[in-house]
């Protein structure tokens, strides 16, 4: 049946935070086609509440939620579709006409405690936007490690002719936990350079492009026992917490390098501490940690070996651009009552 009643799009996130940007980004939407009405009403969260909703089984916070204003309150009641970073509990009692929510970002933990599910209300996620930018970020800190950079600037500032001999990537066994968007973007890079891939995933029935071995996820330590590099790049759930516990370092090779690039919940922070600091473990790279932001006092800061970088592997330009893009995109399958791209599991939490 043809459509002929408008499809309401509330913008909950500040398109002002990317200035012309975003605003082109409202006119991407707009000509996806006649019937598309564009709202913007910004809602959001702080940091530290996006934060602790994102975790799975997240206490009800609503206490520290902000208090709606007529004009949220206004949008959210006339929207079918909204477009957000946070949304408010109890989402669908603020919004009986949403059927489907798109999430600014790769991860959309924060967004699973609005009641979706139960009001079976879609969500999508804008995975593999920033997969690129990313993956290009994970083989910079590769490269900064294996050919001893930082060492080679140290020594340019104290004027100081001190070779430093790196190693070689070709050849060099690269391991990957997880094989989503961001580390088969990795995967691709890696084999550019040489690299063996294994990588590590639900489903092994099938081989990846620009992988050489898969294991399941129940044989992490043969993954990590094999690799020179270990990249992490996985969703927090509850399988995912703590995965790479004490029992996992000690089971990578001495001197092995780790990225890591999904979330900070992955890691047990003191066991990498306490392996780097024995010299067990070659070096890690941090853009995500388990508290963000760092505590100016934490030991991953001064620990041998750490680079730690404040979660901006990503590029913001290429995030919204592909966000809109990939948007505007689903939207029209919806008005054609197709399926939607990348559809969130919020029971599995990703």
């Known amino acids: 049946m043809t459509r002929t009643a408008p499809l309401t799009v509330g913008v909950l996130f500040p398109v002002d935070w990317i ?7 409202l006119e991407v939407l707009r000509s996806v086609d006649p019937l598309v009405e564009v709202l913007v009403e910004p809602y959001l969260e702080s940091e530290d509440l996006r934060t602790a909703r994102s975790r799975p ?21 006339r929207s079918e579709v909204l477009l957000a970073l946070d949304l408010p509990y109890d989402v669908a009692e603020l919004a009986p006409r949403l059927r489907w929510v798109q999430g600014v970002g790769a991860g959309t933990g924060q967004l699973h405690t609005a009641g979706l599910a139960e009001a079976h209300i879609t969500l999508t ?6 997969s690129v930018g990313i993956a290009e970020f994970v083989m910079a800190r590769i490269l900064e490690w294996a050919k001893h950079l930082r060492a080679i600037d140290t ?12 190693l070689q ?5 690269i391991g990957l936990i997880g094989l989503g968007a961001i580390n088969t973007e990795v995967a691709r890079r890696a084999r550019a350079f040489g690299m063996s891939v294994i990588a590590s995933r639900r489903d092994v029935s099938a081989g990846a492009e620009d992988v050489d071995r898969l294991v399941p996820p129940g044989r992490l330590e043969e993954l990590l026992g094999a690799a020179d590099v270990v990249v992490a790049a996985v969703p927090e759930t509850v399988e995912t917490r703590g995965l790479l516990d004490e ?13 890591n690039v999904g979330r900070g919940s992955v890691l047990d922070e ?10 067990r473990l070659g070096g890690a790279a941090l853009d995500v940690v388990a508290h963000e932001p760092l505590p100016p006092d934490h030991p991953l800061w001064t620990t041998p070996g750490v680079a730690v970088s404040a979660h901006c592997a990503s590029v913001p330009s290429a995030l919204f651009t592909n ?15 197709e399926p939607l791209l990348h559809r969130v599991d919020i029971a599995r939490g990703y």
């Open 19 to 25: 200035g012309e940007q975003g605003l082109a980004g």
């Open 57 to 77: 089984g997240a206490p009800d916070l609503r206490d520290q939620a902000p208090a709606l204003t007529e004009a949220q309150r206004d949008v959210l009641a």
């Open 125 to 130: 996620s804008n995975a593999g936007a920033n």
């Open 155 to 166: 020594s340019q500032s104290r004027r100081a002719w001190e070779p430093h001999y790196g």
């Open 169 to 173: 990537l070709s050849g060099a066994t």
């Open 247 to 259: 029992a996992a370092l000690a089971a990578m090779r001495p001197g092995a390098f780790l990225v």
């Open 270 to 279: 003191a066991a990498l501490v306490q392996a780097l600091e024995e010299g």
């Open 323 to 337: 966000l809109f893009r990939s948007f505007a995109a689903n939207l029209r399958r919806y008005l054609d009552d």
